[in-house]
């Protein structure tokens, strides 16, 4: 019933931008943390970006100054706008979040979105 749904992916060529969105849906008592993870091929999975309720942000070093992680609380959804892509930022992108719902109690059950495939062509 809870769940986090992606959307943005596609195909871009390198310098180019795109902006990811997921937005969790459900029956959801509170979210702590929201980010996003990125698998190449070959690679293991890094985290790109994270933002506490609070605003704190982290950032992966290969993406600061060129992605931006934000949320809307209102609409229990984060973004994260990618600019000046290069070819080595394609990857599946995979948002997650810490989430109380009825069946967790007071405990954060992680949730992780379906991921999104970004490609960035040179």
């Known amino acids: 019933q809870v769940q986090l749904v992606e959307s943005g992916g596609g195909l871009v060529q390198a310098g180019g931008s795109l902006r990811l969105s997921c937005a969790a849906s459900?029956?959801?008592?509170?979210?702590?943390?929201m980010g996003w993870y990125r698998q190449a091929p070959g690679k293991q999975r890094e985290l790109v970006a994270t933002?506490?309720?609070?605003?704190?942000?982290y950032y992966l070093g290969a993406v600061k100054g060129r992605f931006t992680i934000s949320r809307d609380h209102a609409r229990n959804t984060v973004y994260l706008q990618m600019s000046s892509l290069k070819p080595e930022d394609t990857a599946v992108y995979y948002c997650?979040?810490?989430?109380?719902?009825?069946?967790?109690?007071?405990?954060?059950?992680?949730?992780w979105g379906q991921g999104t495939q970004v490609t960035v062509s040179s």
């Open positions: 997650n979040a810490g989430v109380r719902t009825p069946s967790s109690g007071s405990n954060y059950a992680t949730l």
């Open positions: 459900g029956s959801i008592f509170g979210i702590n943390v």
């Open positions: 933002i506490t309720n609070g605003g704190n942000t």
